[in-house]
């Protein structure tokens, strides 16, 4: 696809998946019929390609617009977003690949994000599937909270002192 001249390289799973989807949904609706499942289609190959952790399986979060892992941590989320996509995919083109890797997504979820022991998932992972903790790798991750502790820093806060004395007022 071309660039919109955003000057934006990063592509998000949830990014990609959500344009698998919505690519394959038109094309199942009658819409854009060989022009949809096209970009669909490009999007799948991109997504296979290089979101796959072949070492310790999943997609990443994040790569670069070449393919190049940027944030290899595993997000339950996205992986959510992978099986729809591919699920779509798979019945809007007949490519098995769809099905395939929805299925090869679901068994991955279960291998290392299911909690067997209170039921549900975990939702937030390293590359290699080690859980992460609350905090910056778990609830407010990533860029915002590095911006936050910054913020606080730069007022003389100790980081998460702010929130953590909200916690305890909120419960009053």
């Known amino acids: 696809m071309a660039s919109l001249g955003t000057g934006e390289t990063v592509k998000t799973l949830v990014g990609q998946t959500r344009m698998i989807f919505t690519f394959s949904s038109i094309h199942r609706a009658g819409f854009a019929q060989d022009k949809a499942l096209s970009i669909a289609q490009g999007g799948v190959e991109f997504l296979i390609d290089h979101f796959w952790d072949e070492q310790h399986g999943g997609w990443f979060w994040t790569t670069e617009r070449d ?11 996205g992986h959510s977003f992978a099986m729809y996509a591919l699920s779509e995919y798979g019945m809007a083109s007949g ?9 090869r997504t679901y068994e991955t979820l279960q291998s290392f994000a ?4 209170n039921g549900g998932y975990y939702e937030f992972f390293e590359g290699d599937w080690t859980k992460k903790g609350p905090g910056r790798g778990g609830g407010r991750g990533g860029a915002a909270a590095r911006r936050a502790g910054r913020a606080e820093r730069q007022q003389g806060a ?15």
Request: cysteine-free; overall charge positive.
């Open 114 to 117: 299911a909690d067997n022991l």
């Open 95 to 103: 490519d098995l690949r769809g099905m395939e890797w929805a299925v």
């Open 67 to 77: 393919g190049s892992p940027l944030n290899e941590s595993k997000i339950g989320y």
């Open 158 to 172: 100790r980081p998460g002192a702010r929130r953590r004395r909200r916690a305890r007022t909120s419960h009053r």
